[in-house]
């Protein structure tokens, strides 16, 4: 028995996978929380409205595209002629049922635009958000964020913004979790009265993945812990705006707080409650961190001897902190990965700020405990860093013999694995004691460079000489480390050359052929060719 298999399968099939992209499954989200409301007994209909913007550039055209399941669905959709306008429409969906004549049960709204957008809607998004949204209807904002200004002429990150309007962030990770945690998203608008901001990255609105579509699968939690007054928390009218205000800090945010954990979406992804290392981190920093294990060769059944755990955020703020003290109890190092500014982390010590000494774990993200800097607050993290950051704090002593290899150049003769964890520590926290005459450099991936990082004085102290290295990446010749330790006996001297150029400097360009060390041409030195240059004999 054969199965047809079309195109529209994508916004027609009501259950089972679905190959999407991330765009796609942004359109179909409203379908199936129409599907869902119509399975209650609600009839609602839906409105969406923004101005595009990559990583958001083509959500419109997507949505014209799906124009005839869009409409069979009860959804309008009306581009606005600025970000503020679409939202001031969205904050009249949710007031139908102040006036007679209403045709629904209620409009859930979505809202799209890219970071600037939400710079230039602060205004309409206040606004919106403390007055609220209905009983049965919602709004879900699409924040487009673009981390590494690919096509913005500024990087940015909208959850200050967001933050300051009152609005709960949701970060998903993959296309699964757009339609995961969109439903969600629209019954935590519904249950608390706030808008929701829902984080967009390129790196997963973009990508494509075969997911499950049943609008039923999830299923939704009504918090037991929470008391909900018998005025409830939505629009009404008249109001007083004081009176809002009020609302949405003693009672919006705390409901918000308690749908989250009603439905447990702060999950323990890897490993036992009970290890020793924990790791906080979401979105798209889940799945480099996830990466930079793998790099390191760190599969579940190794994490878990060594004792990491990690912990996946859905909500960046506010922070359900529940179940998050809950996961770092017990922990003697937390790390917190998150890109940009630290939001997660500061939320966490805040949090733990107050426990029990023997309950607090050190607690480190962007700065180590003494003020170093541990993972960088520009541009996107890479799994290279992460796995820098996580082997600085573990330690390689402890890890198998296959982790400790891929932290080897070549055969492991010209980095032993002690030398490299203090070369790894000492590029984070200056400060480490180390043998005398040890020097580190820091070897800069197809730009044939290496920097001379730190150098130990007579008392074995390390003294940075550059700034920190933080922008290799995996994938050099041999996937070795790009942070090398080299032994320098006292007669080969200091190396005098900050940087080294193997177009300029006279004969290390040869020297490096010889030894069939030299890539790309000559332009490009491998990590070990480097190694060599560098502890070469000066003549």
Not at 456 to 477: L, S, T, V
Request: glycine share 10%; net charge positive.
């Amino acid at each position: 028995m054969s199965i047809a298999v079309t195109l529209d399968d994508k916004y027609v099939l009501e259950r089972g996978r679905v190959y999407l992209t991330g765009t796609q499954a942004l359109v179909r989200l409203p379908m199936m929380q129409r599907q869902r409301d119509l399975a209650a007994g609600l009839n609602t209909g839906g409105y969406i409205s923004g101005y595009r913007g990559s990583p958001l550039g083509g959500f419109d055209q997507a949505l014209w595209q799906a124009k005839r399941f869009i409409k069979k669905n009860h959804i309008e959709f009306q581009p606005g002629l600025n970000e503020d306008l679409a939202a001031t429409a969205l904050w009249g969906t949710q007031q139908i049922h102040l006036y007679p004549g209403a045709k629904y049960d209620g409009v859930f709204g979505m809202w799209y635009g890219k970071g600037p957008g939400v710079d230039r809607c602060g205004d309409a998004f206040k606004h919106a958000n403390y007055a609220g949204t209905s009983k049965h209807g919602g709004v879900v904002a699409l924040a487009g964020d673009d981390h590494m200004a690919k096509s913005s002429t500024l990087a940015h990150q909208s959850e200050p913004a967001l933050i300051a309007a009152g609005m709960p962030i949701l970060h998903p990770a993959s296309v699964q979790e757009y339609l995961d945690f969109g439903l969600h998203a629209f019954a935590l608008s519904r249950y608390s009265g706030l808008w929701v901001a829902f984080k967009v990255l390129s790196e997963t609105v973009d990508s494509s993945a075969s997911v499950y579509v049943d609008p039923h699968r999830i299923e939704i939690h009504t918090p037991t812990d929470f008391y909900m007054p018998p005025e409830g928390v939505h629009i009404r009218w008249p109001d007083e705006w004081l009176g809002q205000e009020r609302r949405v800090v003693t009672l919006k945010h705390p409901a918000a707080l308690a749908y989250w954990r009603a439905n447990k979406l702060d999950r323990l992804m890897l490993g036992r409650p009970d290890a020793r290392f924990g790791i906080v981190t979401v979105g798209k920093s889940y799945l480099d961190v996830r990466q930079a294990l793998d790099e390191l060769g760190l599969d579940e059944a190794e994490a878990e001897r060594l004792g990491l755990a990690i912990y996946k955020v859905g909500l960046v703020w506010p922070l359900e902190t529940q179940g998050a003290i809950a996961f770092c109890e017990g922990k003697r190092d937390v790390l917190v990965v998150e890109e940009k500014r630290p939001i997660i982390e500061q939320q966490l010590k805040d949090a733990l700020f107050n426990s029990p000494a023997d309950k607090r774990p050190v607690v480190v993200g962007k700065t180590d405990e003494r003020g170093q800097t541990l993972l960088k607050t520009d541009g996107e993290l890479t799994p290279f860093e992460i796995a820098n950051a996580i082997v600085s704090r573990l330690g390689l002593d402890g890890m198998s013999e296959r982790t400790r290899q891929r932290f080897r150049v070549g055969d492991g003769a010209i980095a032993p694995a002690d030398i490299l964890v203090a070369g790894l520590q000492a590029l984070r926290r200056a400060g480490i004691v180390a043998a005398e005459n040890h020097a580190f450099i820091g070897v800069a991936p197809r730009c044939g460079a290496a920097f001379k990082m730190l150098q130990a004085d007579r008392n074995g102290e390390i003294r940075p000489k550059r700034q920190p290295f933080a922008r290799a990446r995996f994938g050099d010749e041999h996937a070795a480390a790009h942070v090398l330790s080299a032994r320098l006996e006292k007669r080969v001297g200091r190396i005098e050359q900050r940087q080294f150029d193997p177009m300029r400097a006279g004969g290390l360009k040869e020297r490096a052929q010889a030894r069939g060390l030299s890539g790309r041409g000559g332009r490009h030195f491998s990590a070990q060719a480097l190694f060599c240059l560098a502890s070469s004999r000066r003549t």
